[in-house]
């Protein structure tokens, strides 16, 4: 099998191509050949700062990717040689909350991820993905989708009529905006850069600010539902932005603490989740059981991922590169 691992030393230049010997297949296990693969933020984060996170060297990288499945071990009946499949980002967690134990099971990071040409997961890591999409489409679903499922839908109950603020135009933002407008919402989306904003208008969104000409978006979020504040915070910025965000949600309304793209460090004053009585579930992707729900949806809607660029495998560096330039809108995706 191919890689593309981080071997010796952290940092995007220090990945290095190589060669693994193709792994048995044990009990339940099933062989994928992997076709796409997509990029998060934590993926950046991995390759660049693992070590701050103690994590085991040699590793292959990256949460996402999706592909078919070219051989299966004894006793595999969930999927079949041929099937169209995604891994799941904690290969354990597949349904209810959040525990722990999972954590050992994350892809690219706690285990060995998807930046191969194959892989060998067990079947019940695996989601059959939407007919209408392409690898590359699916290579998006694990992280990224997941998390913003988790975060308006399964822990959120967004419905329709609601009003959604979304942060930024990257990968969880994006799906988080499709979304609110296959839910019947109104989406709110931030950016710095306008030419985003307006891409994100032709996705469906609401109203759009530009937090680098107004400062005091939550002020302008309040001004533009009537002085209500909406019902829902997409928060992918962190310690920098909660106050802000604390501002523009409604009383009695839910902020989804997903990034922290701001950084860790910053002081947040809790007075307004107490006053307004502000829901602030934190959200870390999510099960097997949620990444289905949502597969349903996207198949009834027929929605697609956005994908700002495509890398071929051996540009996996400049992939990484880009992702870190925060030029992209939706995701960025590795061919493999």
Known sequence: MKTCEITD?????????????DPPLQQGQARIRVRAV???????????????????????????GAGEVVEVGPGVT???VGDRVAGIFFQSWLAGDITAAYFASALGGSIDGMLADLVVLHEDGLVHFP?????????????????AWQGQVTKGGMKAGDTILVQGTGGVSIFALQFGVMAGARVIVTSSSDEKLARAR??????????????????????LTNGEGVDHVVEVGGAGTLEQ?????????????????TGFAGKVDPNPVIRKGLRLPGI???????????NKALAIQHT??????????AETREALKYMESAAHFGKIVITV
């Open 9 to 21: 030393a952290f940092g995007i230049d220090a990945l290095k191509f190589s060669e693994r010997s």
């Open 38 to 64: 997509s990029l998060n933020y934590r993926d950046l984060v991995t390759v660049k700062h693992g070590g701050a996170r103690a994590t085991r060297l040699p590793l292959i990288p990256c949460s996402d």
């Open 78 to 80: 969930r999927v079949k």
């Open 131 to 147: 007919a209408h999409m392409t690898p590359e489409e699916a290579a998006t679903l694990p992280c990224a989708a997941v998390t």
């Open 202 to 223: 032709q996705l469906g969104a609401w109203e759009t600010i530009n937090y680098k000409t107004t400062h005091a978006w939550g002020k302008r979020v309040v001004e």
């Open 245 to 261: 965000s604390f501002q523009a949600t409604r009383f009695g309304g839910t902020i989804s603490l997903i990034g922290v793209l």
């Open 284 to 294: 870390y992707v999510g099960s097997r059981e949620m990444f289905e729900a949502m």
């Open 304 to 313: 697609k991922p956005v994908i700002d660029r495509i890398f071929p495998f």
